[in-house]
Structures are given as structure tokens and as C-alpha cells.
């Protein structure tokens, strides 16, 4: 099971690979808290992101959308600060 998360977790951070360039042109980034054993992906905002007024729609359309995609493994994606807590 540890080995499968690696390996999921790895894809996560190729599917963030593709959104940084986007989150650090306005100062921002994201950052892999946790991956729970029922596949909930915990990440959180950092720099500029954490206060973003549009984190939530940043958070819907791109990290969520980018993450789901490259690994449909994950069942949901949840921001555990800033101003979108799902």
C-alpha cells in the first residue's frame, strides 16, 4: 500500500509540475500535505495563493481538474488553507 501511494503520489507531483508555472507567475505555489488512505489528495496554498481571492476558482478549474486527470486514482482534492476549504 506505502509503495502504491509513492507511485501516486509521484503522478500528483507531475500533474503540480504542469500548474506551478501558472501559480508562480502571481507568486504562489502548492504544496502535497497528505494522500489518505480512502484517496482524499490534501494539499496546501502557499505564497500569494494562500490569500488569492481566486483560489477557490484556481482550486476548481485547474488543481483539481489537472490533478483528477493524471490520476484517477484520487476520489476528491481538498485545500486545507487559505480561502477554500473543501
Do not use: Y
Not at 45 to 61: D, I, V
Request: aromatic residues 4%; contains cysteine; proline residues 1%.
Amino acid at each position: 500500500m506505502i509503495l502504491d501511494k509513492e507511485k501516486i503520489l509521484q503522478r500528483v507531483e507531475q500533474a503540480l509540475t504542469t500548474l506551478r508555472p501558472h501559480l508562480e507567475i502571481d507568486g504562489g505555489d502548492i504544496e502535497v500535505v497528505e494522500l489518505t488512505d480512502d484517496m482524499v489528495l490534501r494539499f496546501k496554498w502557499l505564497g500569494n495563493c494562500e490569500t488569492c481571492s481566486m483560489s477557490t476558482m484556481t482550486m476548481k478549474g485547474g488543481v483539481e481538474q489537472t490533478i483528477l486527470s493524471f490520476v484517477s486514482e484520487i476520489k476528491s482534492v481538498e485545500a486545507i488553507n487559505g480561502l477554500f476549504i473543501a
